[in-house]
């Protein structure tokens, strides 16, 4: 089967609490677009509603408990959750939730503690005196009380802060004392990656490993979720993912789906952390995001054959996740580098229809971003593209990586799809590629179904076709029906 995701949300949705019920009436027409899962946007009470869910509060809290000034989450309710879930398991939807490890964020009380402030280039390098601090660090959660849950956090579960409430100064506090430090199974830039944002959870506290796979063991059961994608993985102790994935596996559900977002454009980081993590967590393919950002900014510069180079689906096709933009890479967002929008259809035709690697659509590129004003998305012809990788998206893949600005692959289908596919693509000229579709196919007439060439290309009797594409475009061509 084609697995196929859909990234269920963007930066800018509004906050109505409407999210879950919109989802759920589009789920037959996705299900019929051939998207097999969906990735929610994080379920958990966060700061506020208007928060998009990374600024997480309370795990337990999946928008059912007055808190943080409202029941609902910026998407919906708890009640509206699961009848989502129930509803895409009916029409053979899996879902896959964003779950935020790394951080908390708006405690309920404030506690004193000792700290050093280190430097946020290089967190390994004390800027100040070890000192009485107080941060936001005390979770008690008195909308819940108790539900679920006894479990209260206070600065011993936490290693790091970004405020001192003393001096009213925002910074980087690496907690002290007997057993406390960033972790260093964790990405090293800025010296050590460990602290993020927020306040940071210390993943080697007893406590915390057990409240965790604790909540673990009760969120998978009370949602049905039948996957993770793990935020900020490259700021969490890589021994507690392990072991919590394999916690998961063991004593929850053995076929668990799980994916990382370990952001890092080097093929060898993500296969040491691949590794490290006993290959359980796929890993977003981060360097073939970057790839196609290059391609995009650089027009007919750019050479085509080294697209797939450095890449997770060319090194580790089995655990390569595949997508083209998200809500981090979007304009004004964090990770910010957008695909431009004419490589966008080259993109999304790599992902969708090789044979390599599990794609992800962006909701942003589906329905547009915001009101729409400044990217409406590209409904057509995504729409198209996911037609043609539920049809033809199949067999035997061969590869035409001979020119600079020109490339292109077919696809020989298979006993239950047996229709050929020949993509041809350019960031150059009109350009024209000779490829062979199979000698089953001569004399049969192929047409562009993403409709950017107007030719009608009859198969020869070898096989090959002479397949056309305009300047700086994707044709994708099957038999005309
Ligand atoms: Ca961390």
């Given amino acids: 089967m084609n697995g196929l995701i859909l990234q269920g949300f963007e930066w800018y949705l509004p906050d109505d609490g409407n999210h879950f019920n919109h989802l759920k009436e589009k789920l037959e027409e996705l299900k019929g677009l051939g998207i097999t899962a969906i990735w929610l946007p994080p379920v958990f009470k966060a700061t506020g509603t208007n928060d998009v869910g990374y600024g997480i509060y309370d795990l337990f809290d999946l928008g059912e408990f007055d808190q943080k000034g ?88 936490f290693s790091g802060v970004d405020y001192d409430d003393i001096e009213k100064k925002g910074g980087i506090f690496k907690l002290t004392g007997e057993g406390k430090g960033w972790s260093w199974a964790v990405a090293g830039e800025h010296g050590n990656f460990d602290y993020l944002m927020f306040s940071d959870i210390d993943h080697n506290h007893p406590d915390v490993r057990q409240e965790i796979f604790y909540w673990a063991d009760w969120f998978i059961n009370e949602t049905n979720v039948d996957g993770f994608r793990y935020d900020a993985s490259k700021h969490i102790d890589a021994g507690f993912m392990d072991d919590l994935e394999n916690h998961i596996r063991a004593n929850i559900k053995e076929d668990f789906y799980s994916m990382g977002e370990y952001w890092n454009g080097d093929n060898q980081t993500l296969i040491d952390y691949m590794s490290e993590t006993s290959g359980n967590i796929d890993l977003f393919d981060v360097p073939l995001h970057y790839s196609f950002y290059s391609a995009s900014h650089s027009g007919s510069e750019y050479d085509m054959r080294t697209i797939f180079d450095n890449s997770i689906l060319k090194t580790n096709p089995t655990i390569a996740v595949t997508f083209v933009d998200n809500h981090d890479t979007q304009l004004g967002q964090s990770l910010e580098s957008w695909v ?41 012809k995504l729409t198209k593209l996911m037609e043609l990788r539920r049809d033809y998206a199949y067999g035997d893949q061969d590869d035409y990586l001979l020119d600079a600005n020109t490339v292109g692959f077919v696809r020989k289908g298979d006993d239950d799809h047996p229709g050929s596919m020949a993509v041809v693509m350019t960031n150059g000229d009109m350009a024209t590629l000779s490829m062979n579709v199979g000698e089953d196919q001569k004399g049969k007439i192929f047409i562009d179904a993403l409709g950017n060439n107007d030719s009608k290309i009859q198969i020869k009797d070898d096989g090959y076709g002479d397949f056309h594409v305009s300047p700086g475009s994707v044709s994708v061509w099957v038999e005309k029906i």
Wanted: proline content about 2%; aromatic content about 14%; glycine content about 10%.
């Fill in 70 to 157: 409202n029941v609902r989450t910026k998407y919906g309710t708890k009640e509206e959750l699961l009848s989502l879930i129930d509803k895409a398991h009916e029409v053979g939807i899996s879902v896959y939730a964003d779950v935020v490890l790394n951080h908390k964020a708006g405690a309920d009380e404030k506690e004193k503690f000792r700290a050093v402030e280190v430097s946020r280039e290089d967190r390994t390098k004390v800027i100040g005196e070890e000192k009485d601090i107080e941060g936001w660090t005390k979770f008690t959660f008195p909308g819940r009380d108790g539900k679920y849950s006894e479990f209260e956090w206070n600065h011993q579960h």
């Fill in 340 to 380: 431009k929008p004419w490589f966008k259809e080259h993109a999304y035709s790599i992902i969708l229809l090789r044979d390599e690697g599990y794609p992800t659509i962006f909701w942003g590129d589906l329905y547009g971003i915001g009101d729409g004003t400044l990217y409406g998305g590209m409904y057509d």
